[in-house]
């Protein structure tokens, strides 16, 4: 039986982000391995195809840690040969590859072989003999290519959420437009937009020209108006793509589907998603030291008696509906069944339901607890949703008001006070994706139980003042170091250091570096403020000096010097053993004689009672084995 079930109870913060995320994206990269593509450009040291290999090798890596279960291909295009798979783990049957056409990787999950196949190709001074192995052509139908990707994906085995195909090639007019190959590629980019695969351009020339081609052809695949189309840029693509993120991906799927409840009859449809979350780091497995197997564990609830003596009598194996949990109340031990906790806990079925409005001013910063939902309509849960929550949203904004509601995000869960702040997308992240989107903003309210009072914040004696010069030089500080903030600029250094050491281990790589975007630049903060030290020296004075730390035993003596550690006392023989332990437990004696019975080990009395042929001492404490001691002797 428990001894307290709300020690054990698990977060609902945590519970309520449990990962229901499935599904697999599929991602084909195709490189064009025209002559150009390993021409070195402007003084470059690298060719542009050893560019791409680096890119490559930077998106495999990321998926590791983002979403190993996403599958991972690799196209060459504009080769001169075929060459056949290497092992027979990479052969497909049922797929060919065209003419001008090579399949170097398979569409699988990453590895670390398919990664290190990557990186050899990238450090090999003959990129594993390409002349050789694959050649160069030029004028490849972009249709076959296209049709060679999608046949991968039909033919990976697996039902895909999403698939995408990147395209690297500085070549901006792949077919003239009077040509057939041009329209046939048009036809393929309808198909791809039936099938719901997705083309990505990624120029490798700067002089890259999108208006000859692939306006049309992008357009056509995305299914975008050609008036709205944003031309993608060398750098900003090569730099998207190389971002290294150490961070699980999420699918952007709802955590709930709920009815909001405006009135006992008028409810819509509304999503949950959450948009801001803690990630998780991998799960840790546990091998045996001898043979690196797993080692599964179970955990199985067992109740035992005792007999007078302390000996195990009995033992039984407790089922899931045998089991009590209990709380002690006023010296009272109450117990309940797993059900009775469940329904204690929760007093609503799963839903929202409107409370009031009150006005937005009502919102403080201080009663932000935990982090905040996002809420959308859905109308495919009840019809007509989208209109009533648009008219809503418009009105809170118009009025600056806030719904207050009960939030009960799924069965078995504790009910939450929660405010709905409408907000409108205002801002954008550095990489062009909405920081703020249109619709309410969930935020959780606390209760009257949760607000804690801090006596030290209520003081007002002893606040010193501070004069108008002090405060006027410290709005200069202020304004020296001010810079632009956001969270996408902070990556987690805990991440990055687990996933670097990570790669590091399987890669062979040493002296892995780690920058840690969190520590703050000094050096710069110092050249800032340099100007204003001296106005600070002579304001507040100088820095006072470290209070010297507290040592772990600071007794002293009269003299000012530390007390000397007491002797223990030992006893010579198990007369003075039992003496020693009814002084100390039956007389009253001195304080400095009180050490005596302090001085006895568990060692000591365990062994003692060993002799005396006392069984079942491996639970009890010293208090208990003093205990035990002075009934042997009663006895």
Known sequence: MSADWRANRSDDEDDEQEEAFAGRSGLILTVDCADYMFEQEGGESESRFVEVLHIIEAMMRNKVVTNETDLVGVVFYNTDKNPAPESEEELQPGLVAPRQCAIYLPLSTTSVETIRKVRGMRESNDLFDFDAKYGHAQGTSLSNVLWLCSRMFSHCGYKLSQSTIVLFTSNDAPHDSSSSEYQQALVKARDL????IFVELVPMSS???????????????????????????????????????????????????????????????????????????????????????????????????????????????????????????????????????????????????????????????????????FLYPNEGYINGSTTLFRALYEKCLEKDQVAFCMLTMRRKQPSKLVALVPQQELTHDPLGEADRHCGFRVEFIPFAGDIRKLSMLEETTGVPEVTDEQTDLFKKMIKKVKFKFHPSHFEDPSSQNLYINIESLVFDVEDAELIDSTRPDCDRIDAKLEPILTDMERLFGEDPEDAPKRRRNDGANNDGEPKAKEPRVLPANDEELLRMVKDGKVRKLPSQDVTKVQSLTVAMLKDYLQKQGVRGLSQLTKSGLVDRILATLAD
């Open 193 to 196: 937009q039936k099938n719901e």
């Open 207 to 373: 002089h890259f020209d999108c208006d000859k081609f692939y306006k049309e052809f992008l357009c056509t695949v995305l299914e975008e108006d050609m008036a709205d189309f944003e031309a993608p840029v060398y750098e900003k693509s090569k730099e998207r793509l190389m971002y290294r993120l150490f961070v699980k991906s999420y699918k952007k799927r709802s955590m709930a589907h709920l009815k909001w409840h405006l009135s006992d009859e008028i409810a819509l449809g509304v999503n949950v998603y959450t948009l801001r979350r803690s990630p998780r780091y991998p799960k840790k497995v546990r091998l045996l030291r001898s043979t690196n197997e797993v080692i599964v564990s179970k955990r199985v609830h067992v109740a035992s008696t005792l007999n007078e003596d302390g000996a195990q009598e009995e033992s039984k194996v407790i089922l899931p509906g045998e089991q009590r949990k209990s709380i002690t109340i006023g010296g009272e031990k109450v117990s309940f069944k797993p059900e009775e906790v469940t329904q204690m806990k929760q007093l609503l079925q799963p839903g929202i339901r409107l409370l009031g409005f009150k006005p937005s001013s009502v919102i403080n910063i201080r009663n932000h607890f935990r982090s905040c939902l």
